[in-house]
Structure formats: structure tokens, C-alpha cells
Nanobody, 121 residues
Framework: QVQLVESGGGLVQPGGSLRLSCAAS????????MGWYRQAPGKQRELVAT???????NYAVSLKGRFTISRDNARNTVYLQMNSLKPEDTAVYYC???????????????WGQGTLVTVSS
């Protein structure tokens, strides 16, 4: 059974940085697109960034330049480096293993439990 465990959240001052990690267990990590999403209080969950198996990254337009997604397939881990953080970045950040459809199987998406990031002075 696939499990995703996020870590690295916490309280940070405006302008600060945090690096989130998401460790995956189960499945073949390297073949999946991995993503980070976030959900602020009272708002819908939104895409932050995704990274495909070939290290091709995709970002929410508003976050590109401040956030960087990366992956280490040897460690089954995906990272989110967040710089120049703003109060509006406050949210629960979720890791997601995106669904995968092959000729013979369909693998459902898997979500982590989330990690809270609070940007406040």
C-alpha cells in the first residue's frame, strides 16, 4: 500500500524559507508524476507544482520563481523549496502521487496527510 508522509512545515516569518519533504513508500516512485497542492483556510485546494518522471516541472503561474519542486528517486522523496514566503502562502500543503494509466492498469492518485505552513510575524 502506498503511503506519502509530508514533513517540514511550521511557522516562518514573512520573507523566510521552508523546504517541505514528502517521502513515499510502496509502488515504483520514479514512474509517477508527483505534486504539491495547498489549501488555505476557507479556500479550495489548489495546485502548487508537479514534477514528472523526467524531472519536468510545472508550476502555478503565481508561484513560479519563489517555489521550486524537485525529486530524488533514490530516496523516493519529492521536495518543495519555498522562498520569500508571504502570509498568503499560509496553508496546509499536501503531497500527491498523481494517477497513472497504462495499457494494462490504472493506478489511482494518492494523497498525503498534509503539513501546515504558517507565515506570520
Amino acid at each position: 500500500q502506498v503511503q506519502l508522509v509530508e514533513s517540514g512545515g511550521g511557522l516562518v516569518q514573512p520573507g523566510g524559507s521552508l523546504r517541505l519533504s514528502c517521502a513515499a513508500s510502496g509502488g515504483i516512485f520514479s514512474i509517477y508524476t508527483m505534486g504539491w497542492y495547498r489549501q488555505a483556510p476557507g479556500k479550495q485546494r489548489e495546485l502548487v507544482a508537479t514534477i514528472a518522471s523526467g524531472d519536468i516541472a510545472n508550476y502555478a503561474v503565481s508561484l513560479k520563481g519563489r517555489f521550486t519542486i524537485s525529486r530524488d528517486n533514490a530516496r523516493n522523496t519529492v521536495y518543495l523549496q519555498m522562498n520569500s514566503l508571504k502570509p498568503e502562502d499560509t496553508a496546509v500543503y499536501y503531497c500527491k502521487r498523481e494517477s497513472l494509466v497504462t495499457q494494462t492498469h490504472t493506478y489511482a492518485a494518492v494523497w498525503g496527510q498534509g503539513t501546515l505552513v504558517t507565515v506570520s510575524s
